[in-house]
């Protein structure tokens, strides 16, 4: 098994990997703090049709020449035609607005935010706490709760962009340890781990992370997480297994 999920993983995690996932954006920028503000945004949006949600983070980033200044000037920009699925323009004015009070305001960092041992409490917390978004509102879609059991794939699949290295993710926080990171369990990753016996939670919830991830660092105890290339991967060519 591990062999097999190694081999995946060679497969799948290279520069290729880039060109149709969220993580293109982030790989447009050079500067740290614009790679985590442009990552941040991207996988926030990162649910639903794939092509939908890429065309709409293209015209956001086109909007301005880093995603600094996307937040610095973000009242300059007419939104007020944005929607995407739950989001509307509010919501997005509303993120804009808290990710410029926590960067320029605060001085602060979404490293900060999730660098403490109770990192997605203390990162959800935030926003909620600043927010003047109804609690129905496309805004509180884009962060799960952890309290209410949430598998949380955005967020995980967010923190492996920023924590690991490689190719594909970009490894440039260094105060949460790859070994820390939890599997982004989307729908390809959840089937495919059933079928491979990875997994026996039936719902895609945060039981079913902590259980795959448990498992998952049977074969790398250090960065358990890189199997989400092999999972994912396959899941999406809708690849067999057995075949490999």
Known sequence: MKNKLDNLVKKYETKDFIKSDPIQFPHKFKNKQDIEISAFISSLFAFGKRELFIKKLN?????????????????????DDFIYRFIKSEDLVELLRLLNKLYIIDKSSLEEL??????????????????????NSGFCFMFAKPQNNSALKRLNMFLRWMVRDGEVDFGIWKTIKKSELLIPLDTHVARLSREFGLLKRSCNDFRAVMELTEKLKEFDEFDPVKYDFALFGLGVEGGQFLSF
């Open 114 to 135: 999730f660098s403490c041992e109770d990192k997605f409490n203390n990162a959800t917390n935030y926003f909620y706490s600043n927010s003047t978004c109804p609690n």
């Open 59 to 79: 015209f956001l980033f086109s909007l301005c020449d880093t995603p600094m200044s996307l937040i610095k000037d973000f009242t300059k920009h007419n939104l």
